[in-house]
């Protein structure tokens, strides 16, 4: 296992396009960091820079006491999962668990060890005779993260790699992971675009805008307390609401911000609130509804239990604690 450091890291592309700027982070010994943003933001750019796939322009990757900018990607100690699994289909599982090793040189006792150990983990013992397509699709994700698990590698890397599978899969899947994770505490970096899968899995958040870094932190930290308007409805499903100060002049604070931050579930029924809401569409989804309205012209959104009556027009009202301020321009919290 080893610590890895970003420092100024940056990506420009022939003819000036910057893919990623000026990103640093410090990522500790056995810790799980989380690349999220939209797709194009630079994350996995950012993520094969870090494994040698990609040239860096800027700035300095170092993984333990080693820089390897210059290092190629076999000798950096490090090993990749992809959403696509990289398995060879006329290889059994139990060849494509010891191919990188058998390259290696590795003696046979210990490929058969490692082997052996990775399948007990992932429990695929069963399929090792198998070839990749007599298995399901999460069996073949057991099995390219058996492929990184042999290595015994200093860095786990994880591009997209449930992005090809149902959603119940994964669900299960990115439970295995973490599991798998906190068992071997291995330095971890996994890339996602999904917010729920981000805040499921990771230590800490990096979210990611247009190459730039926007915010990290833990996943509470990060939804608690979004460093900006991009971060803010990025994180949290559904989206935090960003309301314009002169929708809600009654607000707490209002007066102070151009732009205020609530969470669907912030905004609370109440006879006497400062805040109208004129009811739209509603989103039944089981103990909980999806309110969506207008408050003065700007699209709103509410968390309410599923039971009782609505009518049009709801009187609203929000802790000032559950408020959040941004600037209109920039974008950046104020608080």
């Known amino acids: 296992m080893a610590s890895i ?4 890291l940056g990506k420009i592309y022939p003819g000036g396009s910057r893919a990623v700027g000026g990103v640093k982070l410090d990522i500790a010994d056995g810790e799980f960091i989380v690349l999220v943003g939209p797709s194009g933001c630079g994350k996995s750019t950012l993520l094969r820079m870090v494994a040698g796939l990609e040239s860096i322009t800027e700035g300095e990757v170092r993984i333990g006491d080693r820089v390897v900018n210059k290092v190629e990607p076999a000798d950096r100690d490090i090993a990749m999962v992809f959403q696509n699994y990289a398995l060879y289909p006329h290889m059994s599982v139990r060849q494509n ?39 399901s699709g999460g069996q073949r994700q057991r099995v390219a993260m058996g492929r990184a698990i042999v ?35 291995t330095t971890s ?21 247009a190459g730039q870094v926007e915010q990290i932190g833990t996943p509470l930290d990060v939804y608690r307390r979004p460093a900006s308007t991009f971060v803010a409805g990025f994180i949290g499903s559904p989206a935090m609401n960003l309301i314009p100060a002169r929708a809600v002049p009654h607000l707490p604070g ?28 509603i989103e039944e989804l089981g103990a909980q509804r999806l309110v969506h309205g207008k408050v003065n012209g700007a699209d709103v959104t ?34």
């Open 302 to 335: 509410i968390a309410l239990p599923s039971h009782g009556e609505l009518s049009d027009r709801l009187r609203l009202n929000a802790a000032p604690e559950a408020l959040h301020r941004f600037d209109d321009k920039s974008g950046k919290r104020l608080d």
């Open 151 to 185: 290595r015994e590698p200093a860095a786990f890397l994880f591009d997209e790699p449930l992005s090809n599978l149902d959603a119940k899969l994964r669900v299960a899947m990115r439970l295995e992971i973490k599991d798998l994770q906190k068992r071997l505490r």
């Open 5 to 8: 450091k970003l420092d100024n």
């Open 254 to 281: 209002s007066a102070h911000a151009a732009v205020i931050g609530i969470r669907p579930e912030d905004l609370v029924p109440d006879p006497d609130g400062p805040i109208e809401m004129q009811v739209g569409a």
């Open 97 to 135: 668990l010891a191919y990188g090793l058998k390259n290696r040189r590795t003696p046979k006792a210990e490929i058969t060890r490692r082997v052996d150990e990775a399948a007990a983990i992932l429990q695929i013992g069963p399929f090792l005779d198998r070839k990749p397509r007599a298995l």
């Open 189 to 209: 970096i996994y890339v996602t675009h999904d917010q729920l899968e981000a805040m499921t899995l990771a230590d800490r958040l990096v979210v990611l805008n």
